[in-house]
């Protein structure tokens, strides 16, 4: 895995190989980071990274001057690995070791990006659970906005507050953000 752009472009990263994770690719990273860099101006943003595994997006979002990001993973080799390469690199992230359902019921946080990567082999309603939980919680900041990536074997479109969604590769992105008031 490497960082795509920012402050450390082009650093790689190796993840101990015991990981339970599956990183998304780096063409996936940057066709989601270039619809996010058209979307938002980076400064400042509040960014919570779900199922962060190795911490690939949690590091691509710290490279390009994030300072306020959290990863939570319930795997505790992860959330190790994370805090060991963010110290290392000087990034503010903070980690949590949780169950990413049981954390989005307790925060009381907003987040203007929130990014979840959950195991491609989720049910589709657990997929849904992680929308649903985000709205219903409102944990977005306004103009927030939820990216959840899956397989194309999921198809998360009828979510009521789903907007749009890309592919790349294996890989989709699917866009959430609160209605628009009239």
Known sequence: MRI???KYKGKRLIAPKKLPVRPTTDMAK???FNILNN???FDGLKVLDL???TGNISFEFASRGIDDITAVDSFPGCTQYIAKTATELGFSISTVKADVFKYLEKTTEKFDII????PYSFDQSQFLKIADLVFERGLLEEDGLL???HSDQTDLSQHPRHTEQRKYGGSIFSFFQEEEME
């Open 4 to 6: 795509i752009s920012g």
């Open 30 to 32: 940057e066709g989601l």
């Open 39 to 41: 979307r938002f101006y």
């Open 51 to 53: 199922f962060a595994g």
């Open 115 to 118: 990014f979840a990567d959950p």
């Open 147 to 149: 990216v959840v990536e």
